[in-house]
């Protein structure tokens, strides 16, 4: 990076917005997917869309490559640096701008936690429905950015579903700003759906408008021991019948993850005894006689055979302490070593025997290890995490029969974590090449240099000075 650059940067941005420090800089190198990042050249930290904007253009013309940043919560490695780039990181915008409670819409910067949405909606008897376990540190532009999913997908859809606009700025630091609160809109293509998903390859988001909903009411929660993954998805069946859109999560854990939490990794405290072939955990919204509608739904389930035992949790902490079990997956790290956490979607009907097929290809797979699974049953999403014994022509072997996998079932090699760096060889088990040819031909629209995040597309190059 050149003097001339830096000094028009430090020109541009104000104190404490660009640090060049290597102590600073080596914070921003990773993100939460475990890949090790390179230093970037700087962290530029804008307060103001048109600062970052300024700042964007400046690297554009010096051919500078970018790495957006919200949370570094990302688990595909899109916010990790490779190379030679500056960080652009959205952590001083942060806070909400407004809240229409008439529009039940909530325009926010985009570096502020999800988790401050969430408690700003709920202030207001409002609900912002996108929930995940990294709620604390992701931030909106990373959620809109990954597309994020999460344990409410099944009510509420994934993130694309929940926004209303978005302001983003373009590598070349253009601004296209439509922060309407407009539910119907068809004047024209609607743009902002380019850039949710794609994980800041197309523009940095600076600002968004959130479509709220209304306060669910209490959720009950039921963890439910059943024989067997047909049974979840008959459970799954009945329960969407008895209690439609009122059921928010249909959570799985296979008996794999479930001994490895509960028992050989003693991540948390066992809540129901004995062994059983599929665990579940179910979420119901509504009034006071939700309780009794799920007894009498566990009560039908009993008499056909599809469960074998259950809890209904009697109090928020009771609720919070089953959901540590689902939860469980982001602190299995340390005790089950090197390991692929894989994110794949099939449709929900296939997943059981798609875990089956996984099961029976990586058992057949020398250097491959412990498989553990756990996932959105009733979005067809399964984490399948694998140990393995750290060499990379083994990592490469589980990786080419998982996606092989993937490519015969017509799924997804990421539900919802997005490609980022990780997966980005391996997008042709999920897509033709004419698709990957026009994620191409946009990516060379918006960003003809390759300098917006480089290397999430495959087929664009960076055109980086550094
Ligand atoms: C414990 C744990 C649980 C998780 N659970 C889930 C889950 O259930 N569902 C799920 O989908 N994900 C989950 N994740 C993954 C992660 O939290 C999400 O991908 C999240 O959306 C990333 O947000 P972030 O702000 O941390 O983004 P980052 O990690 O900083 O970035 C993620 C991607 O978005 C880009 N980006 C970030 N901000 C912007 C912006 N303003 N404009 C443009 N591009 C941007 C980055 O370049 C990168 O490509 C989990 C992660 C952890 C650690």
Sequence with gaps: MNDDCLTALSDILEGGELLLDEADRSRYASDGSGLIGDLPLAVLRPATTERLAGAMALCARARIAMIPQGGRTGLSGGACVTGRAVVISTERMQGV??????AMAMTVWAGTPLERVQEAARDKGLD???????????????????????????????????VLGLEVVLADGRIISRLGKLVKDNSGLDLKQLFIGAEGALGIITKAVLQLKPHP?????????????????????????????????????WPDYWEFVCGKAGLVRRPISGTHGFYVLAEIVGGASTAAEIETWFAALSEEGLVEDGILAQSLAEGRSLWAVREAVGEVDDALGSHINFDLGVASSHLGDFCKACDDRLAGLEGAGQVLKVGHVGDGNVHLLVAHDGRAAVVHAIEGAIYGLVAEWGGAITAEHGIGRLKRDWLHCSRSAEEIALMSILKQALDPAGLLNPGIYPGVAADSAG
């Design 217 to 253: 009411g209490e959720a009950r929660v039921v963890l439910l021991a059943i024989p067997d993954f047909p049974a979840a998805i008959a459970c799954l069946a009945r329960a969407r019948k008895l209690f439609g859109d009122r059921l928010t999560a249909f959570e799985g854990m």
């Design 97 to 102: 701008i407004e809240t229409d409670a008439d």
């Design 128 to 162: 912002f429905p996108v929930d995940i376990g990294a709620r604390g540190s992701a931030t909106v532009g990373g959620i809109i950015a990954t597309n994020a999913g999460g344990i409410r997908v099944l009510r509420y859809g994934m993130t694309r579903q929940n």
